[in-house]
């Protein structure tokens, strides 16, 4: 038998380490789409298979009025409810996904609210991990807290721990922001890299991440990482809407419909993501 030309040597050896290559970079997109946090709020339905509602310590039950891009196309809408809070307690229509290890998420919050205290945000919570004052159930959250006719009608930004904001990075109202009651939005944005928490904020896409600051919190695994709205007492209305829930680290970008992978973010909001600090 003649021997084997060499370019048909090449060409085998090619397209084996082309197919291994492809494999793996095959599975590399399925287990970060598996894995990410993200989730781009478009079509119908949530797209993350990870998601989960939460009341309270109830699982499994979803906000009265919720709709996925029914409302505005694109966005994940929320309707606020009575007596739900974030504060002393965890009593909010919360959206979330158990994770363990490092997180990097950002967010884009439209609310809208009238003669009520509400609560709107992103939050990291451990239900087992306990609090300065030894309660089961501790959180690292930012939030816009939009206060009522007693607390001058106007909304904050808040950078919490479970009813502690008054030391340790953490920051009971954010400078810079205090927008009069009605409609308002902003980009929040929350990173873990082990027990070291630090919070962003912005107005608009394009504008450079402002820091609230750093915070440490030792928490048990897994977190519940995620949304939450809420109206804090039995009074008034609130509207919160979401345009995406972005991980910046693990990228949810595969497509549903052309199964490849896509920069969702930069296909929706045509920004780029800015580097940590």
Same mark, same amino acid.
């Given at each position: 038998?003649?021997?084997?030309?060499?370019?048909?040597?090449?060409?085998?050896?090619?397209?084996?380490?082309?197919?291994?290559?492809?494999?793996?970079?095959?599975?590399?997109?399925?287990? =970060?789409?598996?894995?990410?946090?993200? /989730?781009?709020?478009? @079509?119908?339905?949530?797209?993350? %298979?990870?998601?989960?509602?939460?009341?309270?310590?109830?699982?499994?039950?979803?906000?009265k009025e919720w709709d996925m891009g029914k409302t505005k196309a694109g966005w994940l809408h929320i309707k606020g409810e009575l007596n739900r809070n974030l504060w002393p307690s965890d009593t909010t229509?919360?959206?979330?996904q158990e994770h363990e290890g490092d997180f990097d998420i950002e967010t884009h919050l439209f609310m809208d609210y009238e003669d009520a205290c509400v609560v709107a945000g992103v939050v990291a919570y451990s239900p087992t991990t306990k609090d300065h004052q030894g309660r089961e159930g501790e959180w690292v959250t930012i939030k816009l807290w939009g206060r009522g006719?007693?607390?001058?009608?106007?909304?904050?930004? =808040?950078?919490?721990?479970?009813?502690? /904001?008054?030391?340790? @990075?953490?920051?009971?109202?954010? %400078?810079?922001?205090?927008?009069?009651?009605?409609?308002?939005?902003?980009?929040?944005?929350?990173?873990r890299e082990e027990d070291t928490f630090t919070a962003w904020w912005k107005r608009?896409?394009?504008?450079?991440?402002?820091?609230?600051?750093?915070?440490e919190q030792e928490f048990d695994e897994p977190l519940e990482v995620g949304l939450y709205v809420g109206i804090c007492d039995g009074k008034g209305k609130q509207i919160a809407q979401f345009?995406?829930?972005?991980?910046?680290?693990?990228?949810f970008d595969v497509s549903p419909r052309a199964k490849l992978p896509i920069a969702w973010g930069d296909l929706k909001r045509r920004h780029s993501i800015p580097e940590p600090r």
């Open positions: 038998m003649p021997p084997v030309p060499l370019w048909r040597q090449d060409l085998k050896q090619a397209i084996i380490l082309f197919c291994i290559g492809f494999a793996m970079l095959y599975g590399i997109t399925s287990v =970060q789409a598996a894995d990410s946090l993200g /989730d781009p709020f478009d @079509g119908a339905a949530l797209k993350n %298979p990870n998601w989960k509602w939460k009341t309270s310590d109830e699982e499994g039950i979803e906000p229509n919360r959206l979330y006719p007693a607390q001058n009608n106007n909304a904050v930004i =808040q950078y919490q721990k479970r009813q502690f /904001d008054g030391g340790e @990075g953490l920051v009971g109202v954010v %400078p810079g922001f205090q927008d009069p009651v009605g409609e308002m939005a902003l980009y929040m944005r929350l990173r608009k896409a394009k504008d450079t991440w402002i820091d609230i600051g750093e915070t345009e995406y829930f972005e991980d910046l680290l693990v990228p």
